[in-house]
Nanobody
């Protein structure tokens, strides 16, 4: 399995921006589809965005479309989540995820990072 480490979370005012990064270990990063999920206390973890191994396929949950952008740089073993126009309801712990196919990273990834807190104040 790939090891994942998120960074870039923090406190931001509504309307602001943050960029999350997820650094992956191993030499096979380019083979993995990658995703971002988020979770608030008392609720299930929810899908946010995903990108295929080569970057051609991308998917977002409806609530972040037009505001969030997922991208990856395979040479750096890193996937990013650029979050703009943040809202208080975006407050959550954000998790990076990986799996071997785009479908499985969206529906049930096998590898997870530890998470990074994003707090959006109103």
């Amino acid at each position: 399995q790939v090891q994942l480490v998120e960074s870039g979370g923090g406190l931001v005012q509504a309307g602001g921006s943050l960029r999350l990064s997820c650094a992956a270990s191993g030499r096979t990063f380019s083979s993995y589809a990658m995703g971002w999920f988020r979770q608030v206390p008392g609720k299930e973890r929810e899908f946010v965005a995903a990108i295929s191994s080569g970057g051609r396929s991308i998917s977002y949950t409806d609530s972040v479309k037009g505001r969030f952008t997922i991208s990856r740089v395979n040479a750096k073993n890193t996937v990013y989540l650029q979050m703009n126009s943040l809202k208080p309801e975006d407050t959550a712990v954000y998790y990076c995820a990986a799996d071997m196919t785009f479908r499985t990273v969206v529906n049930g990834p096998s590898s997870w990072g530890q998470g990074t807190q994003v707090t959006v104040s109103s």
